[in-house]
């Protein structure tokens, strides 16, 4: 499987942006997808996840804010990001799960996804 992870930039608080995942190799709509980020110093965070079922989750952090969303036609998945802030800046990564992530906080957890797209930055300027 490979994902490939596009669409970060430079936005100024308040933007909006649409990042998106696209993988190859595999039957995309068999699995479960997630975004995760990471901010320099720290370490890596769940963002949002999105069930082949297209059920989702949110960090408390984005809710309200961000929407995932996935075409199965296209073996694509679409975080939008809305009202974006300065801590929003960082390393967003997408990644993929072989297996289900239905149990307790699975979704959530990064050692549940087997693989991970390459990383695109997101810098949100105030």
């Known amino acids: 499987v490979q994902l490939q992870a596009s669409g970060g930039g430079l936005v100024q608080a308040g933007d909006p942006l649409r990042l998106s995942c696209a993988a190859s190799?595999?039957?995309?709509?068999?699995?479960?997808m997630a975004w995760f980020r990471q901010a320099p110093g720290k370490e890596r965070e769940f963002v949002a996840h999105?069930?082949?079922?297209?059920?989702?989750y949110y960090a408390d952090s984005v809710k309200g804010r961000f929407t995932i969303s996935r075409v199965n036609a296209e073996n694509t998945v679409y975080p939008q990001m809305n009202s974006l802030k300065p801590e929003d800046t960082a390393v967003y990564y997408c990644?993929?799960?072989?297996?289900?992530?239905?149990?307790?906080?699975?979704?959530?957890?990064?050692?549940?996804?087997?693989?991970w797209g390459q990383g695109t930055q997101v810098t949100v300027s105030s």
């Open positions: 190799g595999r039957a995309f709509s068999m699995y479960d």
């Open positions: 990644a993929l799960a072989l297996g289900t992530t239905t149990y307790g906080r699975r979704f959530a957890d990064q050692g549940w996804f087997d693989y």
């Open positions: 999105i069930r082949r079922s297209h059920s989702t």
